[in-house]
């Protein structure tokens, strides 16, 4: 069993609120961080190896390092609950359920960037969880951990709650900045970096919710015990949302020591395939990440098993391996159409394109339109090269990454998926009627190999 | 315009709330948070008169509130019926069967994909990834999400609403 230091305490009743978080040993990381300098506790991070739990993968304590500290001028800290990538609702079982590990890593995290005022930026459709973040931070200033000079220290705190308009742009940390002060969730040229000028120009530090909680136990054991657990430069815990076709769908803490194999059909986790079907694919961390079919998921090019960890899941390159992302883990089994799939999410990239990159604006309509007609059945072979040539001239074309995120799913559809296209385009009168897949499944494994 | 159209005053204590959070002169900053809140007051939608009541209260241009509130999906730039039905329908939900929800709504209450029905009562939203990708097939209803659907579910839902019985704040 994985070790849980993220949803240790989630199962206990009213952990939501501040009396019953604070008797499991609440705020005890921030009591012993606020005794630190800043230094030691940006020591205690990079130590950690904690790697930002967004999708980018960044050392954190690094990001934190890179943070302009000009005199006179405030820095802030904002906390990217911009959560929209398909596949991923693991930020919103933290602040559903953790407010306050959220509240608690963020006061560490202000202190150590000398952030006074900081902001949670959450997706508008999460409507309902402000409330539940505010009820906390109301909680946690009454007990003197918000608000002036802090268990008497003289660090000043606030954070304050913002809602987004529903544009999954605004997960990209400067269209998030751009929404924060009240404008269109346009990306910003880069650099300058947000750690030099930021919300308002001012110096400030973007985080993930999960980067943010992670900050609480890495102060409450030391970076260097947090550092043990894992693997190589995937340290730590990682949260990850599985979905699709599973029997358990959920939010899992794992060591990142596990196999996918394990991930994906023991009991402790996603619990098997569905209906006893075989896996066909799985997009492992959100959905801008590569398709990996089902061959390729459990074991490496080499043979050897694929772990659940940031370097495992990479393996071979995009045109083997994948990624960890956000840890959206979306399980495809063997009735899922890829180009049906493939086609929703390329809809999904076009609705959400801010329109400023004309290779983003025009190329995810195009690659959407085109593939809307392969999977109606409407599909020419020349269109399958056409798709993979659009996708090859947005991919790295456009100022932030979600060009990338739109041309990736793509191009590994038709990679790993290449005949299941040109089956659409051979067989119209079928393919609106019938699924087709590959060879490649996996088969569920026998229960009595499994335990 | 302004005269006619104004927050309750609760409401712009509230505004006023907001506009505290962030640094003088950065007003601006409170803009998506009371344009939440006018759509709320306003009837559902932002109509050209309320978005500009938000740029007063502001002290913005009204253009600055235009080219905000169309570029998010949130804001509803023509009326709507009472309950909005955003169905989600991106990757996972579609794998858990969102089509199927979306046509039992679609054929029931006889609309199209952002059309409201002829009583003023629903409006059907398609929407993209609403994060409950793990509980899908879902649905947004104001406030709330409600997931695992089925069409029973999707069902007892629509006669809630229709009952005056479903909360949607």
Redesign the interface.
């Known amino acids: 069993m994985s070790k849980k230091l993220l949803l240790k305490d989630a199962h206990i009743e009213g952990i939501r609120y501040f009396d019953t978080y604070r008797k499991q040993g609440g705020y005890e990381a921030a009591e012993k961080a606020l005794k630190m300098t800043p230094d030691e506790i940006l020591e205690e991070v990079k130590t950690s190896g904690l790697r930002g739990r967004g999708g980018a993968g960044f050392p954190t304590g690094m990001k934190w390092s890179f943070l302009a500290k000009p005199e006179g001028v405030?820095r802030h800290l904002v906390v990217n609950a911009d959560?929209?990538?398909?596949?991923?609702?693991k930020d919103?079982y933290l602040m559903e359920f953790l407010p306050h590990l959220l509240i608690e890593g963020m006061l560490i995290s202000s202190y150590c960037l000398g952030s006074n005022?900081s902001?949670i930026y959450i997706?508008?459709?999460?409507?309902?969880i402000p409330d539940i973040l505010e009820e906390a931070i109301g909680e946690a200033k009454a007990a003197g951990f918000l608000g002036k000079n802090i268990l008497g220290t003289g660090f000043d705190c606030e954070i304050?709650v913002?809602?987004?308009?529903?544009?999954?742009i605004c997960g990209e940390e400067t269209a998030l900045l751009e929404?924060?002060?009240?404008?269109?969730?346009n990306p910003r040229l880069k650099p300058p970096f947000p750690a030099v000028k930021g919300l308002?120009e001012r110096p400030t530090v973007v985080n993930n919710v999960e980067s943010i909680t992670a900050i609480v136990p890495i102060i409450d054991i030391t970076g260097a015990e947090y550092a043990k657990i894992g693997v190589g430069r995937s340290t730590g815990t990682k949260l990850i949302?599985?979905?699709?076709?599973i029997n358990k769908?959920?939010?899992y803490e794992i060591d990142m020591t596990i196999t996918v194999e394990e991930f994906i059909y023991s009991d402790e986790y996603c619990g098997g395939i569905k209906d006893g079907k075989r896996l066909k694919a799985c997009?492992p961390g959100g959905?801008s990440v590569p398709i990996v079919p089902a061959n390729l998921l459990l074991k490496t090019v080499n043979g050897e098993p694929r772990y659940m960890n940031y370097e495992s899941l990479a393996d071979g390159g995009f045109s083997t391996g994948t990624m960890m992302g956000s840890g959206?883990f979306?399980v495809?089994d063997e009735d899922?159409c890829i180009v049906?799939?493939t086609m929703?999410?390329a809809?999904?990239y076009h609705?959400?394109s801010?329109g400023q990159c004309t290779p983003c604006r025009e190329g995810t309509g195009w690659m959407h339109k085109i593939l809307k007609k392969i999977e109606k059945g409407e599909g020419k072979m020349e269109d399958i090269d056409l798709l993979w040539d659009i996708q090859r001239k947005i991919e790295g074309n456009t100022i932030c990454p979600l060009g990338d995120a739109a041309a990736w799913p793509v191009a590994a559809a038709i990679r790993h998926f290449r005949d299941e296209f040109e089956w659409h385009v051979k067989n119209p009168e079928l393919c609106l009627t019938q699924n087709y897949g590959l060879a490649n499944y996996a088969d569920p494994i026998p229960v009595a190999a499994s335990n | 315009m302004s005269e006619t159209i104004a927050f309750k005053p609760e409401s712009l204590q509230q505004v006023h709330k907001i506009i505290a959070?962030y640094?003088e002169g950065?007003q601006?900053?409170?803009?998506?948070?009371v344009?939440?809140l006018a759509q709320k007051e306003f009837g559902g939608w932002l109509a050209v008169p309320v978005m500009d009541y938000v740029a007063e209260l502001?002290s913005?241009k009204p253009i600055?509130v235009y080219?905000?509130a169309t570029?998010?999906?949130?804001?509803n730039m023509k009326p709507v019926g009472k309950y909005v039905l955003e169905v989600c329908?991106?990757?996972?939900c579609?794998?858990?069967g969102s089509e199927k929800i979306l046509n039992h709504i679609r054929t029931k209450l006889n609309i199209k994909d952002g059309e409201t029905t002829a009583d003023g009562m629903f409006t059907l939203k398609p929407?993209?990834?609403?994060?409950?990708?793990?509980?899908?097939p879902m649905l947004?209803l104001g406030?709330?999400y409600h997931e695992n659907l089925t069409i029973e579910k999707v069902d007892e839902i629509l006669d809630l609403c229709r009952e005056g019985q479903l909360s949607l704040d």
Do not use: D
């Not at chain 1, 913002?162 to 999954?168: D, V």
């Not at chain 2, 929407?127 to 899908?136: D, F, T």
């Open positions: 405030p959560e929209s990538e398909p596949g991923t609702f919103r005022v902001y997706r508008g459709e999460y409507s309902w304050y913002q809602r987004g308009g529903g544009a999954y929404s924060l002060e009240g404008k269109r969730g308002w949302s599985a979905c699709g076709n769908p959920g939010v997009i959905s959206g979306i495809l899922q049906e799939h929703t999410l809809r999904f609705h959400e801010c | 959070r640094p950065k601006k900053s409170a803009l998506l948070p344009l939440h502001l913005i600055e080219e905000v570029f998010y999906t949130m804001f329908r991106t990757g996972p579609m794998v858990s929407a993209e990834c609403l994060g409950a990708c793990g509980y899908a947004q406030k709330f």
